[in-house]
Structures are given as C-alpha cells and as structure tokens.
C-alpha cells in the first residue's frame, strides 16, 4: 500500500510539472534519470560535476537551487553540506537540507541555521576546476593589437646577457610613471582572426615573467621577480593586474543566438579534450560574460560525395556496356571538344570532352560536446572543455544550449 501510495505521488508530481510547463510555455527542467535524492558534498567536487549528478542538463543549475538564506555566502556549497531534491509547484528545487557529514557510513546532521559559517571561498565548491584555469585567471594571455603596438619592450641588459632570468635586471623603453611598480613581460604569438569575417581580435600573448620596476626612465630598469620562460629583447612588457580573489559563478545558458567558433587551443595541443582551455571568437561586446555555457558542435563542412565522383560505388546499376552511361557514368556533363592530345602532333582525333559534376554535401552538424567561459576580453573569451562526445578541433562551432 505504501509503494502504490509512492508511485501515486510521484504520477501527481509528474502531472503538476506537465501542467505548469504547458502553462508557462517554458521547457521544464529535467532531473538526470539515475539523479540522487540525497547527495553528501565531498572534497575535489566541483558545482559543475554537482549539477551532473541532480539535472539533465547541468547548466541550468541556478533554475532549481535554492539557497539557504541562514548562511553568509547562500550560494556557496562546501564539503560536508548534504543536498536534496524536493518539489516546489511541480518543479524540482535543490538546495541544503541543513546537514552535515562526516563521511559515509557515518554520516551525523547537523543544524547550521541560523549560525553563520565563515568559511573563505578557497574552501567552497567551485564551479570547475580551479587548477586548470588558475594561470588564465590574471595573465593577460590575449593582448589588444593596438596595445601591442604601444606597449613598452625589452630592449637590452645591464650586464653581458643574452637573456635574463629571476633576480636579473632587465631595460624597457618608456616607463616614466611611478603609478605602477609591478609589471608583466609577454611574448606576442599567433594573431587570431575572426574565421568567418577574417577579422584581427588579437595576439595570443605567452606569459614570460614578471617584473618589478627599479627605476624610471628611457629605457627604465626593472628586476625580474617570477618567471616562466627566459626574458628576450623584444618581449612586451605591460602593467600587471592587481591577484583577483577566485570568483565562483553559476553556469547558465550564453545568450541566444550568440553563436561562434573555437579559434584556437592553449598549450600546445592540436586535438581539444575534456578540461583543454580553448578561445572563443565572442567576448564582452556579444554580452559574453563568466559562467557562460556553450554546447559545441563539429559538422558544416563541405565533403565531396564520392559516388557522384567516381570513387566509390560507380556502376552500381550494372549497366550494359552498349550504353554512354556504362563507360562515362550517369553524372558526366559534356562541356565541348578536346583536341591536341597528347600532344600537338598526335594523331589521337577530335573527341568529345565530358567531365564529370563533382557534386559535394554539407556534413551536418553533431553535439560533441559543453564548456564554460571563465574568463572574457573584449572581442573573445576564455573557454573551459567539461566534457566531450567526439574529439573537437579549432574551427568547431558553437551555440547556446536548449534553455
């Protein structure tokens, strides 16, 4: 009697939702099918490997959680915090159901409201992996084209150096104000272009080194204090950005319509993988911002079609060798007459030129795969891989996902 009740309130809920989404004309959001109804956070978790586990599509997060207006930080989860599906008018709401844990097996709950946790964000959940994108988070990495142009560059050493390395002194031309004592030595890379309108966004731009100023004047002299790569005459050298505290987000959908492509891939790699940081030809001036989620798709390339050319399948129909069809194919055009050949003095005849239509098709387009953008520039944005159908290239597209 009890199991009939449980699957009568189960058929009500799933009415109610139906309901409410034929009301509404939204798309409902979707529990994944084997979600949990109860899930214990666990250190190395990430918000994004949470909503996995509880949604279909794990970007619509911030439409079901429900914060816990009792603590500091309401959107901020932490290891120990238990989370638990429950239903809201017909709608799937998750949130903290006021436990914590210490471990499985022997897990205890305990009443956080109405204390407050002071916890820093170090120790919360972030929303990806912050090992993988913390050197993208404050290195510069894509430099503005007239910034480039402008900016200061090594120009030589005081001593007999052909490079330079931590705690040796390096010259810049230009730097003439004292407002800022820290800077970042680059090494301009590849321009990136627009692979559609052919456009210059910018220079992927190496992080060097960094380097503090030691006194004014042109060149200036500046001492390098961290460093990833030798310094070299010609490196570019900027103002640093002040360390940013890690900033969490919620993932949701990129706007609509803003479509776009990978342009390139960092480190080096030439097939795109789960947890590879790619750049987007989209940034702040197409509404991109952090936490921003693009599905990827690979296809929309022409390919030839191989029976129309010859290559494959080409007498299928078994035609008799008394017919034109036979010997030249159903797809030939005659274009004219050829002459001359092989050569001028050849007695091969006059004969007529057919040629055959090599047709092609447009391959269409496949989900291969979801990231997130955790950083973003003017005209393109940062992009991190969380997972993957198929292996993806530069040149993939993308586009919001179903909201």
Not at 67 to 87: F, H, K, R
Not at 177 to 185: H, K, L, P, W
Request: charged letters at 25%.
């Amino acid at each position: 009697m009890r199991a009939m009740k449980r699957r009568f309130a189960v058929t009500s809920v799933l009415v109610c939702s139906l309901l409410t989404l034929l009301a509404s004309g939204a798309q409902a959001v979707e529990l994944a099918p084997d979600a949990p109804e109860t899930y214990v956070v666990q250190p190395g978790d990430t918000l994004w490997g949470i909503s996995g586990r509880f949604l279909r599509d794990p970007w619509r997060w911030s439409e079901v959680w429900r914060a816990n207006p009792g603590i500091e930080n309401p959107n901020l989860i932490y290891p120990g915090d238990v989370l638990e599906v429950t239903w809201i008018d017909g709608q799937p709401r998750i949130g903290r159901s006021g436990g914590a844990s210490t471990g499985r097996g022997g897990a205890r709950v305990v009443k956080l409201s109405p204390q407050v946790r002071s916890s820093s964000l170090t120790e919360a959940i972030p929303t990806i992996r912050i090992s993988t994108i913390a050197p993208f988070l404050t290195q510069p990495y894509v430099a503005d084209a007239d910034d480039i142009k402008r900016a200061s560059y090594v120009v030589g050493f005081p001593d007999e150096h052909i490079v330079a390395g931590v705690n040796d002194s390096i010259y810049v031309r230009k730097i003439r104000s004292s407002a800022t004592a820290n800077f970042q030595v680059l090494r301009p890379g590849d321009a990136l272009h627009d692979p559609d309108t052919n456009e210059l966004l910018g220079y992927e731009a190496a992080f060097v080194a960094n380097a503090a100023l030691e006194r004014l004047g042109d060149p200036a002299k500046l001492k390098v204090t961290r460093m990833e790569r030798e310094v070299s005459i010609g490196d570019r050298v900027i103002p640093a950005d002040a360390e940013k505290p890690l900033e969490n987000f919620f993932p949701r959908p990129a706007p609509a319509g803003s479509r776009g492509r990978i342009i390139s891939v960092m480190n080096g790699v030439s097939q795109i993988g789960q947890f590879d940081v790619v750049i987007l030809n989209r940034g702040t001036r197409d509404r991109i911002e952090l936490g921003h989620v693009f599905e990827i798709f690979i296809g929309g390339e022409k390919e030839r079609d191989q029976v129309r050319a010859g290559i494959a399948n080409n007498d299928w129909l078994m035609e008799s060798p008394f017919s034109s069809e036979f010997w030249l194919g159903r797809d030939y055009d005659r274009k004219g007459w050829r002459r001359d050949e092989p050569d001028p003095n050849s007695s091969f005849p006059i004969h007529a030129d057919y040629r055959r239509d090599k047709a092609e098709y447009v391959k269409p387009f496949e989900r291969s795969g979801t990231l997130m953008v955790f950083r973003v520039f003017d005209r393109v944005s940062f992009g991190l891989i969380l997972d993957t159908s198929r292996a993806l290239k530069v040149g993939d597209w993308i586009a919001p996902p179903p909201s």
